[in-house]
């Protein structure tokens, strides 16, 4: 079993930062698999950024230069950072690994 946690949400001015932090627990052989997904309302889930193993990161054209990712392997932990938010990247944002998700958490981005 995995647990994934997420925390960093939050309310923020367009234009603002939030930082999303997601640790994870139980049988993670590496976090070079880990991930971050959003939901918006009315909308389909997508990627916003992830490690993998023969790509390095991947991020979603509508977040590149804006958003990056990274990790700290000794803390099984992975972040987003989040610059030069904007009212569509408004959604819950999941961390996954594999077939893992975790419970999301509330990003929201005012005008």
């Known amino acids: 079993q995995v647990q994934l946690v997420e925390s960093g949400g939050g309310l923020v001015q367009a234009g603002g930062s939030l930082r999303l932090s997601c640790t994870a627990s139980?049988?993670?052989?590496?976090?070079?698999?880990m991930g971050w997904h959003r939901q918006a309302p009315g909308k389909q889930r997508e990627l916003v950024a992830t490690?993998?193993?023969?790509?390095?990161?991947i991020y979603a054209d509508s977040v590149k230069g804006r958003f990056t990712i990274s990790r700290d392997n000794a803390k099984n932990t992975v972040y987003l950072q989040m610059n030069s938010l904007k009212p569509e990247d408004t959604a819950v944002y999941y961390c996954?690994?594999?077939?893992?998700w975790g419970q999301g958490t509330q990003v929201t981005v005012s005008s």
């Open positions: 490690f993998t193993s023969r790509r390095g990161k």
């Open positions: 996954v690994y594999a077939t893992y």
């Open positions: 139980g049988m993670i052989f590496s976090i070079n698999a």
